[in-house]
């Protein structure tokens, strides 16, 4: 992968080294940093708000494919899929520690390509990179984040607030994550079959980009905020709609309907996940990898949300022995199921 590039090996800067290279041109910008790298403990100070932390670990082979992710992209990645579970509490992220395993294959020009991405995220949504640890790995590139954010008491969303009647909404669109990892996966068979034919995801930006460089909503919890809007409940949608919209309800002690017909979906999408033969529906149910933000909010509020372009109202919040409902374009009832992967497998 690097075979054209410039190649130090990581050994002659040593451990110390490493972290000094990669941390050297940090500039705190965040008032709750009161120390980050440099000690045995970064410091933070919130002010009596409360402390939301969370945590993600990916690693090579089982969440990323080094053979069609570009270690900026990676880097990105693994910062935007951490805010987004800060996002998903209706907090502010603050500060990451990064944590990384590297093996032997990695010079030091990749590993700064890797915090290219991170770098980058960091700037954008206005985090502090306040520490980590470094490890040199047997096998794959290992890369853990832990995302630190704070929220007044009153307006941390729980998974656990979803009352019956609660409008169900979701930002942006589903589905496109998983259909542009299909694309990819499909031009990385045909490569290996024959490496002279170069990938053609032409006109396919908008699903590889959903895939490989992932934008955590921090703006829709600004929009809430401002249209003044606290949700019942939240989560940020990594496994698939169908799946987190079971979370909430299981938490919450609740049923739901959702319309399939009012899932938002890009043409693109729509268009890609019929050319591989897979029921779009079906993607954004149970693809995940979206990091789009799953809410219910109360039916008073639906005047101040129904004309936001980027939020779509797709079902309600019922009693608990309605149970969990999917209803179809043709009127059809279903119980709502996490189907997973499976759904792909049975060829819908
Ligand atoms: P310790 O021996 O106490 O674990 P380290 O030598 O591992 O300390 O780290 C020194 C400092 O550099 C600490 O502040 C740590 O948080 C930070 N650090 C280490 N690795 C990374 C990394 N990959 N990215 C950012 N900061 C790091
Ligand atoms: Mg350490």
Redesign the pocket.
């Known amino acids: 992968m690097f075979d054209n590039k410039e190649r130090t090996n990581i050994e002659e800067l040593g451990?110390?080294g490493?972290?000094n290279y990669?941390?050297k041109n940090i500039k705190l910008t965040q008032k709750s940093t009161t120390k980050?790298?440099?000690?045995?403990?970064?410091v933070l100070d919130f002010e009596g708000k409360k402390t939301l932390i969370s945590t993600d670990l990916l690693l090579e082979g089982i969440h990323f494919d080094l053979a069609y992710t570009p270690l900026k992209h990676l880097g990105y990645k693994a910062i935007q899929v951490n805010l987004s579970d800060i996002y998903a509490m209706n907090g502010t992220a603050s500060q990451v520690?990064?944590?990384?395993g590297i093996s032997s294959k990695f010079p030091l020009e990749a590993v700064e390509e890797l915090?290219e991405g991170i770098y980058l995220a960091c700037d954008k949504y206005n985090v502090d990179?306040?520490?980590?640890?470094?490890s040199s790995s047997k096998q794959g590139l290992v890369i853990s984040v832990t995302s630190i954010g704070y929220a007044d008491e009153k307006d941390v969303v729980y998974r656990t607030g979803a009352e019956e009647g609660d409008l169900v909404c979701v930002s942006g669109d589903l589905g496109g994550a998983y259909i542009g990892l299909q694309l990819l996966e499909r031009e990385k068979r045909i490569y290996l079959e024959n490496p002279n034919i170069q990938p053609d995801l032409e006109g396919k930006d908008y699903i590889v980009e959903r895939q490989l460089k992932p934008e955590a909503r921090r703006d829709i919890v600004d929009l809430l905020k401002e249209i003044e809007v606290k949700p019942t409940s939240m989560i940020d949608i990594s496994d698939g709609l169908a799946s987190e919209l079971l979370h909430i309800c299981k938490q919450s002690d609740k049923g739901c309907n959702l319309y399939e017909e009012k899932i938002p979906l890009d043409p693109m999408t729509f268009d890609t996940a019929r050319e591989f033969n897979l029921d779009p529906t079906v993607c954004a149910l149970s693809g995940g990898e979206d990091y789009e933000l799953l809410f219910t909010v109360k039916q008073a509020d639906y005047e101040k949300i129904k004309f936001k372009m980027d939020i779509t109202i797709i079902g309600y919040i019922t009693e608990p022995s309605a149970g969990c409902n999917l209803v179809t374009k043709a009127g059809a009832v279903h119980a709502l199921t996490a189907q997973g992967w499976n759904a792909f497998k049975s060829g819908v």
């Open positions: 451990e110390f490493l972290i990669l941390t980050g790298v440099g000690d045995d403990a970064a520690t990064v944590s990384i915090y990179l306040v520490g980590g640890d470094t």
